[in-house]
């Protein structure tokens, strides 16, 4: 399997990146990535400082996926994330939703032991590994941090082992790049940081044969479709308008009865409320879909 090692890192989803490996459609690859503070906190003595923002947030990659074109919709199964056993959280007071709550600053390791983040001596949450960061390059250069209609830092953490991404191509080679693992993560990521996590994650990539809005994750039951904006309000405008447009296009129903639908079985539901833009997806389950 090819493997494309943690040092090959980009900083932002450019087009001026240069790829760090070419993969033909379909081939199963393998992405190692580094934790979302470059591997930097490794105690619970270092702590997260200004002058890490740089390289904060480094995605693995990017891969070039042979005949990937502009326009084309990249279709990116997760087929599985390993973890180290340990997972970093970086506290400071005033970061995040729940900054004011939050006294000082504080670094937690996290044991990860028999499939469970030990949070401590009584508590023991199974994990699930999941994708903080994952996408393609943008026309311009913009920083993972930010998530948008590329993916990037969207924080869904459906995007796990066995869920398939839909993101837009929008250069040559569509130039993936993901990292950003999360060990353990609740939708909001209301203090700013998951259970962060190195690991690997092998994938496989093609062009899409169906149209579909994007971003999109995939599941075996549901359809979740996903949009950022500075503030909630635009965020589920966004993912309505989007599950609204694949249930008339995609699924051929009337607007009317996709609205019902969409009112009577679908979830509004937040990804993260942290990072530069927030993030919320909408789901439909495929079980009430025809066909
Ligand atoms: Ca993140
Ligand atoms: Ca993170």
Redesign the pocket.
């Known amino acids: 399997m090819k493997v494309v090692t943690e040092d090959h890192v980009c900083y932002s989803m450019s087009p001026k990146n240069k790829p760090a490996m070419t993969i033909p459609q379909g081939e199963v690859f393998r992405l190692d990535a580094k934790d979302?503070y470059s591997n930097r906190l490794k105690s619970e003595k270092d702590f997260f400082t200004a002058k890490m923002w740089d390289t904060v947030?480094p995605a693995t990659g990017p891969v070039f996926i042979e005949g990937a074109h502009k326009g084309d919709i990249l279709e990116i199964e997760i087929v599985d994330i390993k973890i180290r056993d340990y997972a970093v959280m970086s506290l400071e007071h005033g970061s995040g939703a729940l900054g004011k709550f939050i006294e000082g600053q504080e670094t937690t390791i996290l044991p990860v032991r028999e499939g469970k983040l030990v949070i401590s001596e009584n508590l023991s949450i199974r994990v699930n590994p999941m994708i903080?960061?994952i996408g393609t390059a943008t026309e311009e250069d913009t920083l993972n941090?930010t998530p948008g209609e590329h993916g990037s830092?969207m924080?869904c953490k459906i995007i796990t082992a066995g869920s398939t991404v839909y993101l837009p191509v929008n250069v040559e080679g569509a130039l993936l790049a993901a990292g950003?693992i999360h060990a353990l993560m609740g939708d909001g990521?209301s203090c700013i940081c998951?259970a962060e996590v190195s690991g690997s994650i092998t994938m496989r990539a093609a062009v899409a044969s169906r149209k579909i809005p994007t971003p999109c994750v995939e599941t075996d039951r549901f359809f979740y479709f996903i949009g950022s904006a500075k503030s909630l309000d635009e965020c589920e405008k966004i993912v309505l308008g989007k599950a609204h447009v694949f249930l008339t296009n995609s699924m051929m129903m009337k607007a009317n009865e996709a609205a019902r639908i969409m009112s009577l079985a679908g979830d509004l539901q937040v990804c993260?409320i942290v990072?530069p833009l927030k993030t919320m997806r909408f789901s439909i389950p495929k079980d009430i879909l025809p066909g």
């Open positions: 979302c947030n903080g960061v941090g830092n924080d950003d990521e998951g993260q990072d």
